[in-house]
């Protein structure tokens, strides 16, 4: 079994940084493609960014591109969201999962397991 606790999250001002910390539990966390998704009030949950099994690729959606870093660090089990220049249409529930392949994916039904959310909100 695979735990995800994420961790990070909190309210800021827009332009102003958080960094998201996902931690896993199990040793096979460094086999696998890891991602970040968020649900924003009312609307469903959206892909955020993605990174393979060796951190070697990445893949954001075009939202973030240039404000948000994912990464992770397989010794310790974690992945990482930096986001930088946040902006109020940020603020969303953010969620880490893992994926059942080894390659970035950004499709939510390749995932089978997710952490249980932490808040970030952007205060304008």
């Known amino acids: 079994q695979v735990q995800l606790v994420e961790s990070g999250g909190g309210l800021v001002q827009a332009g102003g940084s958080l960094r998201l910390s996902c931690a896993a539990s199990g040793r096979t966390f460094s086999s696998y493609a890891m991602g970040w998704f968020r649900q924003a009030p009312g609307k469903e949950r959206e892909f955020v960014a993605t990174i393979t099994w060796s951190g070697g690729y990445t893949y954001y959606t075009d939202s973030v591109k240039g404000r948000f870093t994912i990464s992770r660090d397989n010794a310790k089990n974690t992945v990482y969201l930096q986001m930088n220049s946040l902006k109020p249409e940020d603020t969303a529930v953010y969620y880490c999962?893992?994926?059942?392949?080894?390659?970035?994916?950004?499709?939510?039904?390749?995932?089978?397991?997710w952490g249980q959310g932490t808040q970030v909100t952007v205060s304008s």
């Open positions: 999962a893992r994926t059942t392949k080894v390659v970035a994916i950004t499709t939510e039904s390749q995932y089978d397991y």
